[in-house]
């Protein structure tokens, strides 16, 4: 036999193996089907239904992981990464540089209040870095260091907190000034709502004699009925709360002078003693 035609003749046998073994796969392919039908029909389930649920549930299946990324890029080489494109974010920018610059001036803040309550005086060290903390804080929200010190002698903790990265108090408290500043109404509303404390506390510590908390109170009410000399719109707008304040005369020189007469915050005797 030649060569080619031994090779031939391997090609035809394979052939029909392969014819031989389709058919029998086909067989056993059948009998699967048959067996697997009558299994699912003895269950109460048709083979059509069975079928029918598995296309229905493989076509779901993509629309649930689609669901699970979208949204999601994974970052390439020529692209930025989700975190990367938050910080170009012109307002979180803007946003975390404030905060920073809350907790910056709140150090130095409180550094010179420590220094206070040691009994000493801030370095020139610490004034120069209270001056650069405003200068900063102002560049990133107008008047935020104002407001902020304006809440901080309310309640020096608030610095102290803020100081140590939890400024959430110093934030709420910092907003509050903002609206008193610009809400001249409001301004009042507290001004009036203070006093009246104050008024309070001071009759009370006199009363179980705490001399020294009485004149404490008192001094407060003094700076605050001084301090209307330098807020002429605030003043002005206490003219029509006199009652509330418990002044009783009109001198005619402003409402922080006729605070100071009625309860006596100057040298002389007050007129409501």
Same mark, same amino acid.
């Given at each position: ?42 269950? /109460? ?12 549930? $493989? #076509? &779901?299946?993509? %629309?649930? !992981? =689609? ?51 040691? /009994? ?12 650069? $903390? #405003? &200068?900063?804080? %102002?560049? !990133? =929200? ?65 009363? $179980? ?65």
């Amino acid at each position: 036999m030649s060569p080619c035609r031994g090779i031939g003749t391997a090609f035809a046998d394979q052939d029909r193996l392969a014819r031989t073994l389709s058919r029998d796969r086909a067989k056993d392919m059948a009998s699967d089907y048959e067996t697997a039908r009558d299994y699912a029909e003895r269950r /109460g389930i048709t083979f059509r239904e069975r079928v029918e649920r598995v296309v229905e549930i $493989a #076509r &779901q299946v993509p %629309e649930k !992981v =689609r669901g699970m990324f979208d949204g999601f890029r994974l970052p390439t080489g020529g692209e930025e990464g989700p975190e990367r494109k938050v910080e170009a974010d012109p307002e979180t920018a803007l946003r975390r540089a404030r905060g920073r610059a809350l907790v910056r001036h709140a150090r130095a803040v409180d550094a010179i209040f420590a220094a206070q309550d040691q /009994g000493g005086q801030a370095s020139p060290d610490q004034v120069s870095e209270l001056q650069e $903390a #405003r &200068q900063r804080f %102002e560049d !990133v =929200r107008p008047h935020g260091s104002h407001d902020a010190e304006a809440a901080y002698k309310k309640n020096p903790e608030l610095a102290a907190e803020a100081a140590s990265g939890d400024a959430r108090r110093a934030i709420r408290a910092l907003q509050l000034e903002t609206e008193l500043r610009t809400d001249p109404g409001l301004r009042a509303d507290r001004f009036v709502e203070r006093w009246q404390n104050l008024h309070r506390a001071s009759d009370e510590r006199y009363a $179980a004699g705490d001399y020294s908390g009485h004149r404490a109170t008192r001094v407060e009410m003094r700076n605050m009925a001084q301090s209307l000399e330098r807020d002429p719109q605030l003043e002005s707008i206490l003219e029509g709360r006199k009652r509330h304040l418990g002044i009783g005369i009109d001198s005619g020189m402003g409402v922080g002078r006729d605070l100071t007469l009625t309860f006596g915050l100057g040298r002389g005797r007050g007129l409501g003693l």
